[in-house]
């Protein structure tokens, strides 16, 4: 079914949508615009649900002018990528998802096929990372407004704005039981924050998943600041695969800097215990692969090569230590 389609189409509207840590969603995470209701106004998790968004007009357009042909104005950071001769999230995501490409209905600009989920569920956090903010810690946002005077002044800074609308998996109570009728076409959760250990509802989710039976068709990604070493893990044992990544990007006092709020041995020791959690089916991924600062990159493996010994037992710190003396 999927020939003949316009080259330039992509699977992401069809079985995709990302929500953002104040409660806005997108079709995936680099598209410009949010989602918007016939009025214009933003479709919000706090009163709204993710069917309700993935059946929406917006999106039933979007899908529209993908089968026209045409490039949607929302999706120009893919259409950059492209024109650069470089390989976008579109092309990717074609690559990564071929196994599903034939079973997409592309003609229904209105399918019943939300397989792919990008939770950010909320702002509730316990860290300041510099390179955050109050959109998604909540620690940052009680900050700001702890820099206001007046009680007046402080709910019409935008900082008590993200607080208040950062809680929405807490108060959306419809939002969950949607969710729950979602199970049955549900194959992959990519869960970020805020920190999403923190967000008990996500657990409790996964429990309805385990019960009825759901789980075993959904795989689970987590991005964790590695400060949590969840009770509920025992869980994720149903689930047909789970992947979690730490935020990490330096090492020491320096991951205590950029990470405020975090110490350093406590994450190690918790991510030597997910190790033993998982066994061979851990997969460690540290933020270093993708960092922005390749001198502060190189020059932590540097730091790792000179401290590097037989040993370390840390399943990180020997990842590191591999690649350093690959390095240096
Ligand atoms: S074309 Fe790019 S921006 Fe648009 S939905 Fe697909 S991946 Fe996202």
Known sequence: MSNNLPEKICM????????????????????????????????????????????????????????????????????????????????????????????????DTNPDQLWFLDLKLGNICNLKCRICGSWSSSKWAKEEIDYVPELKNRKEHLAYTFLQDGAWPRENADFWLNMNTLLPNIKYLEFTGGEPFLIQQHFDFLKTAVRTGHAEHIEIHYNTNGTQFPEDRELWSHFKHV????????????????????????VQDNIGKFHNFFGKNMYVVDNSVGANTAGVVNSMYKRMAQFANEDQTNPVAKQWIKKARELY
């Open 12 to 107: 992401l509207p069809w079985i995709s949508i990302e929500t953002s840590p104040i409660g806005t969603a997108r079709p995936c995470c680099l598209a410009i615009d949010e989602i918007t209701k016939p009025n214009g106004e933003k479709y919000s998790l706090r009163e709204h649900t993710l069917d309700e968004v993935y059946h929406s007009e917006y999106m039933q357009d979007l899908r529209g002018q993908f089968l026209a042909g045409e490039k949607p104005e929302t999706c120009k950071r893919c259409w950059d990528e492209e024109a650069a001769g470089r390989t976008s999230k579109r092309m990717n995501s074609r690559i990564r998802l071929k196994d599903y490409y034939d079973d997409v209905k592309w003609q």
């Open 243 to 266: 992947e979690i990544a730490f935020s990490i990007d330096n090492t020491d006092k320096r991951f205590e800097y950029e990470r405020y709020g975090a110490d350093w041995n406590e």
